[in-house]
């Protein structure tokens, strides 16, 4: 499942679901697919997704030694956040909504 969240002020972004889901946990969201947030709640969700990604355990030192059991390069759930994270502070600034959806 690939979730796409979406706002006016920042293109669209995909993400695997399970990545997705464990994200909105993160900004304090039930993970609940589809949903939205209002533009007076972005801010607080940014927050708290920013505090919770600085909690996490700091990546080894050199990503390209890592490999998942398949032998592709991990990638840190940091790392994955970024775009999600581009995209909720062009809301704040922009004052808009942000939604998220299954893809069809």
């Known amino acids: 499942m690939l979730v796409t ?5 920042y293109g669209d972004i995909k993400m695997f679901g399970d990545v997705a889901i464990r ?5 304090g969201h ?9 533009a007076e709640d972005v801010q607080t969700a940014l927050v708290s997704l920013e505090a919770a990604l600085e ?5 080894k030192a050199s990503m390209k030694d890592e490999e998942d059991d398949n032998g592709a390069p991990t990638v840190s759930l940091s790392h994955r956040a970024m775009p999600l994270l581009e995209l ?6 922009g004052e808009s909504n942000v939604m998220w959806d299954h893809n069809k």
Do not use: D, H, I, N
Request: aromatic share 6%; proline share 13%.
């Open 5 to 9: 969240f979406s706002s006016p002020a």
């Open 23 to 27: 994200l909105l946990k993160m900004m």
């Open 30 to 38: 039930s993970g609940t697919v589809p949903s939205a947030l209002y």
């Open 55 to 59: 909690q996490l355990p700091e990546p």
């Open 88 to 93: 909720l502070r062009a809301a704040v600034k």
